[in-house]
Nanobody, 119 residues
Framework: QVQLVQSGGGLVQAGGSLRLSCAAS????????MAWYRQAPGKQRELVAT???????NYIDSVKGRFTISRDNAKNTGYLQMNSLKPEDTAVYYC?????????????WGQGTQVTVSS
């Protein structure tokens, strides 16, 4: 059994910052990819940022220069530092991991956390 527990969302004014955390526990073997997705009301879930096991990162254009994804492999924890937040960043944010158990990849999702940015 694997659990991803998210924390750190909330309400912030435009221009403010939030830091999301995602802690994985249970039968974790070797996390390959960690990522953050978000889903705004009435929109499809979109990939925001990814970080590979070696530390390489990717971001969607709309968050480049404002968001930073990171991970602590020893703690099986991922983070999303969000600065200069804009109202259009308002969404439910989900963490995701792809874990390699030696024979196949397994995908897991966090429970989601609301981020609301007021103008």
């Amino acid at each position: 059994q694997v659990q991803l527990v998210q924390s750190g969302g909330g309400l912030v004014q435009a221009g403010g910052s939030l830091r999301l955390s995602c802690a994985a526990s249970g039968s974790i073997f070797n996390i390959n990819t960690m990522a953050w997705y978000r889903q705004a009301p009435g929109k499809q879930r979109e990939l925001v940022a990814t970080i590979a096991s070696g530390g390489s990162t990717n971001y969607i254009d709309s968050v480049k220069g404002r968001f930073t994804i990171s991970r602590d492999n020893a703690k099986n924890t991922g983070y999303l530092q969000m600065n200069s937040l804009k109202p259009e960043d308002t969404a439910v944010y989900y963490c995701y991991i792809r874990d390699w158990d030696g024979s196949r990849f397994r995908d897991y999702w966090g429970q989601g956390t609301q981020v609301t940015v007021s103008s």
